[in-house]
C-alpha cells in the first residue's frame, strides 16, 4: 500500500470519526486543557483557529476562536475585559454582555466556532461558553451592479443575511414579517432562510418549499443559484427569479411570494415566479406608467424577436423563399451571391460569434468586459461581412436577435432564448415555417404546462388571471393595480 | 378528477376542435360542390351541426357533470361498444393528418414527404398532450387568442377583395343539390361536439357547460360562414370552385402597399398550430376511452400509439383522391353516424338509467380520467 493510499484511508477515517461524532455528540472533557486540545483537534489544528491562554488569578482563561470571524474590540470590550475585572465568578452569563451560551457537546461547540463565537472556558467553571462577538469582513452596503436603476432606492444586498433581512425590514415595516431558518448540507451547514408576510403569502406555498428543502439530502450548497436548481421545476425555462435589491424582494413579498436566502449568498430567489415575473424590471415601477408600459411591450417584443428571427430568416431563404416579398427577396439575394456558404452554415456561425463575443464578455472584469463585447461584436461582423464570409443580411438579424434578447431583465430568460434558437434554427432549414411553427408551438405548450411551484408558468395570459393587463405587458398606474396578484393568499384589495 | 377546465376554456377548446377544417378544408369542398349556393350550404350545415350539438346535449344531461361519456359507456352500452366508439374517434385523427398532410405539401413543403410532416406534427401534439386536459387548454389559451387576431386581420384584409356581384343572387336555385351538400360540412361541424359532448373535467352546472360548447360550436360555424362568404365574393364561385384551399388562394392575392405580399406567410403558421390543438383534443379524447378500457394502461402509451397508428393509416392513402374518399365514405357516410349514434344512444341510455336510479337510490360512479395519472 503506497503512501497516498495511506494518506486517502487516513483521510476518510478522520471523516468518519468527525461524522460519528456529530452523531454521538460525545461531551467535551471535563479538564479544560484536554478540552481545548479536543476543539483544536476537530478542525486539525488549523492556523486560522487561534487559542489564547490568558492568566486569570490563579487559573488560566482559555479562548479559541476563528481570526478575522470575531472582532478585536467586541472580543475585548465585550468577554474578556468583563470577565478579568471580578475574578472567581461561578459563569461568564453574569458578567458578559453579549448573547452567550452553554456549550456541552463538541459538536456544538464546533459549530458556534464557524458561526464566528469565541469559545470560553476555565477550569473552575463546569461547561464551556459560546460567546457571539462576530464581526466577519464585509462589504459595504452598494448598488448591484447588474440591477442598477436611473431613479428608486439604490440599496443591495451583500454577504450576510442577517444585514439583508434589516434591510428588507426597511421595506417592509411590520411584524407580520415573518422569517424561518433551515439547514442544508452535511458538510457546509448552510443557513436557508425563508421570508414571507403573514396573510398574504399562500400557505401551501411555504410549506411545499420547506417540504423541498428539508428533504435535500447532499454535501452542500456554496449559492442561492445551487438551491433554485436542487429545488426543482422544469429543466427548460427558470422557475426562479433572482434579485440582489432588497426592494425588488420586498415587491414580491408584498405580491405574497416567497424569498430564500443561502448561505453568505446575495442574491434572493423569488418563488413562485412565472414569466410575468421574469420579464418585469425593478426599473419599470420607478418611472411613469405609460413610458414603463412602452418598455415592456418593446421587452416582449424582444422576447419574441430573439427568439423567432434568426429561425424565420433560415426557414424562408433555405426552404420557403416563396414567401417573401419580391423586393426584398432581390435584396438579399443580391448580398448573398458571393457568400460561399449556404445560409444555415453563415447563420450558425454568426450566432456562434456573437455567443462567443457575449460570453467573453461576461468573463472579463468590469468595462474590459464591455469593451471586449462592443469592438468583437463590430470587429468580427465587419470583417465578416467584408471578407465575405456571411452576409449583410444575416450580421443584421442575428445582431438584431442579440440587441433583443439583452433586452430581457432575467439572465437565466436570456439563457435559454440564446439555447432555443438553435434547434429552431435547425428546424427551420430542413421543415421551414412548417418546422418553426412546430418548435414554437412546442415551446408554448412547455411554458403552458410548466408550473413555479402552485403557480402555472404563464399566468395570467394561461390560464386567463386577474389583472391580466394590470401588471404584465401593460403596466397600468398604480391606482388601477389595487388587487393582489394570484400569487397571494386571495386576490384582495391591496 | 384532477382536471378543472373553466367554461371559457372548454368553449374555446370546443371551437378549437373544428375551427382548423371550416378554415381550410370545408369551404374548398363546398364551393367546388355547390357553387355559388354554397352559403346556405353552410347556413344550414351550421344548423344542422348547431341541431346535433342541442341533441347530444339533451341526451348527455342525465348524468352530467358526474361524468364523461367514456364512463358511462360501459354501463350503458358495453365494453365492446366502447372500444367501437374509441376506433371511431381514433378515425377522426387520421382525417386530420390526412387535412394537415395534404395542406402542408400542397402549400408549404411541397418536396417533403408526408410522413416527415407527420412525424413533425405528432412531435407537437405529444408535447401539448403531456398534461391532459389542463395542460392542452393553457396552450390553447394563448394560441387561440393570436390565432383569433391574425383570422380577424386577414378578414379585414380579404374582405378589402370582396366584389359585390359575385354574391349575388342570393337564390337557393337548386334546393336539393344544396341539401345533399350539407351533409359533410355539417358533420365537421359536428365532430367536436361529438368528441367533447360530456365535457365533465369543466366546473360548471350541466346547463353552464352546454352553454359554452355551444358558444364554441356558434364560433366555428360562424368562422366557417364568414370564410365562404369571403372566397365566393372575392374568387367568385366559378373559381373558387377550382382552388383546393379558396380562402387561402385569396389571401395569396392580397397586396398591401405594394410591398406586403405573401400574407399567406402569417396564415400558414396560425392554420398549422390550430391543427395540432385539434389533433391533441382528439388523441386526449382516445387515450381517455384506452385507459377506461385497460385501467391500468399508460396514459403516453395511448397517445403515442394512437398517434402512430392514424399516422401510419394517414400515409397509407396519400393521394388527394384516397383522401376525399376516405372523408367522404368513411368519415361522412359510415364513422360520423356511428359516432353519434353512440354518443347520442349512450347519453340516452345514462340518461335512462339515472332516472331509474334517482328512483331506487344512489349508484356509485366510476371515476373518469382526464390526463395523465
Redesign the interface.
Known sequence: MDATTLGDLRSLAEALLIEMEQWLEPSLPMAVQDAAQTVLDLFGNPPDLDHRAVPWGREVLHLIYFDYAVGDVQLLAGVVQPLLLPQGIAEPSAVVSGSIKRMQTITAAGQALLEGQVLVGASSWSDWWAADVANPPLRAISEPKNEEVIHGPHTGFIEDTTVNLWLLRQFVRTPLLRVEQMTVGGLTQTPVTLVWVAGISQQAVIERLKAKISQLDLDGIIDSSELAELLGGSRLLPTFQYSERPDQVASALLEGRVAVFAGSSPTALMEPAGLVHLMASVGDYYQMASLATMTRILRYLALVLAIVLPPLYVALLT??A??????LALTIGHSRIAIPFPVLVETLLMMAAIDLVQEAGMMMPGAMGQTVTIVGALVVGDAAVKAGIVSAPTVVVVAVAMLAQLMLPDSNLEGMVRLVRYPLVLLGSV????????G???L??????TMSLSL?Y?EP????GQGLFRDTVLRLPVTYQNRRPSTSHQATKR | MSARL?L??LAILQSVATVPTTLVFLPGLTLQKVGHDAVWTVFGASLLGLAWTALIAWAGRGKSPQVVLADITPRCLGRGLLLLYGITLASVIIAQWDELSAF?QAE??PA?PSW??LA??L??VM??T??GWL?L???????APLAAVAFVMMAAWTASLVQGWNLLPWLLLHPVHDLKAVWLPATFIGEGFVGMAYADFTKGTPRQITTAVVAGQVVSSGVLVVVVLLALGGLGPVYGGMVTYPWYALIKELRLDG????L??LF??MW??LL?LKSAIWLIAVADVGRKIWHKSPYWGWILATGLVTMAFSVSHSTDTSRLVYLRVWWGNREFPLLWILAVGGGISARWRHQKDSQHGPVPVESSSSGPA
Not at chain 2, 387548454?137 to 394560441?143: G, Q
Not at chain 2, 410591398?259 to 405573401?262: D, G, K, N
Open positions: 426552404v420557403n416563396e414567401l417573401i416579398p419580391m423586393n421543415f421551414g415555417i412548417v418546422g418553426v411553427t412546430t414554437i408551438v412546442i408554448i405548450a412547455e411554458a403552458a404546462q402555472p404563464l395570459f394561461a390560464p386567463r | 373553466s371559457r376554456q402542408v408549404l413543403l417533403t416527415a410532416v413533425l406534427a412531435c407537437a408535447v401539448c403531456r398534461k395542460g387548454s393553457r396552450t390553447v389559451d394563448i394560441i410591398f406586403l405580399t405573401h399567406e406567410f400558414g403558421p398549422i398550430m395540432y
